[in-house]
């Protein structure tokens, strides 16, 4: 079993930053890529970016070159930086870890841009 702890989420101004964090805990040895999806209200979960074990990073189209995945093998934690935030990004922000069988998903954490 993989627990995900994420933190970061909060109120920010279209324009401004916000932080993601997500800690690893557990059976970290069966990830083999974590990522962030989000979901707004009425809207499906989607995926916002994944980094692999092997340090590769895929973003959607609507995030590339304003937010950055990253991770601290160290520190098993995974971080979302996002800059340039817009209204559109408000949602709730759910960690993900991809295992050899299983997914697992933190609490989520709610973003939220006012314009």
């Known amino acids: 079993q993989v627990q995900l702890v994420e933190s970061g989420g909060g109120l920010v101004q279209a324009g401004g930053s916000l932080r993601l964090s997500c800690a690893a805990s557990?059976?970290?040895?069966?990830?083999?890529?974590m990522g962030w999806y989000r979901q707004a209200p009425g809207k499906r979960r989607e995926l916002v970016a994944v980094?692999?074990?092997?340090?590769?990073?895929n973003y959607a189209d609507s995030v590339k070159g304003r937010f950055t995945i990253s991770r601290d093998n160290a520190k098993n934690t995974v971080y979302l930086q996002m800059n340039s935030l817009k209204p559109e990004d408000t949602a709730v922000y759910y960690c993900?870890?991809?295992?050899?069988?299983?997914?697992?998903w933190g609490q989520g954490t709610q973003v939220t841009v006012s314009s």
């Open positions: 557990g059976s970290i040895f069966s990830i083999n890529a």
């Open positions: 993900n870890a991809k295992g050899a069988a299983n997914d697992y």
């Open positions: 980094i692999t074990s092997g340090g590769s990073t």
